[in-house]
Nanobody
Framework: QVQLVESGGGLVQPGGSLILSCVASTKNFRINHMGWYRQAPGNDRELVARITSAGGTNYADFAEGRFTISRDNAKNTMYLQMNNLKPEDTAVYSC???????????????WGQGTQVTVSS
């Protein structure tokens, strides 16, 4: 069983910063890559950033230069540092994890419940 719990969302003024966290409980699973996604009302869910188990990263164009994804494998925790936030960044931010069972070696993807980020003055 894998559980992902996000935290760190909230209300912030334009130009402000937030740090999101995603803690993974992964008994009997190994985590491969993890990612942050977001979904604004009326929009499809979109990738924000992804990070591999080795620390390789890739970002959506809107996130490049403003957001930083990182992970602490020892703590099974992933972070998203968001700077210079804009009103258009308002969305529910969710984390996901690509995992492999240590017993069956089957691969699965799990999602957290999401955390609301609102950028408004």
């Amino acid at each position: 069983q894998v559980q992902l719990v996000e935290s760190g969302g909230g209300l912030v003024q334009p130009g402000g910063s937030l740090i999101l966290s995603c803690v993974a409980s992964t008994k009997n699973f190994r985590i491969n890559h993890m990612g942050w996604y977001r979904q604004a009302p009326g929009n499809d869910r979109e990738l924000v950033a992804r990070i591999t188990s080795a620390g390789g990263t890739n970002y959506a164009d809107f996130a490049e230069g403003r957001f930083t994804i990182s992970r602490d494998n020892a703590k099974n925790t992933m972070y998203l540092q968001m700077n210079n936030l804009k009103p258009e960044d308002t969305a529910v931010y969710s984390c996901n994890a690509d995992v492999v069972s240590t017993f069956t070696f089957s691969r699965s993807v799990y999602w957290g419940q999401g955390t609301q980020v609102t950028v408004s003055s």
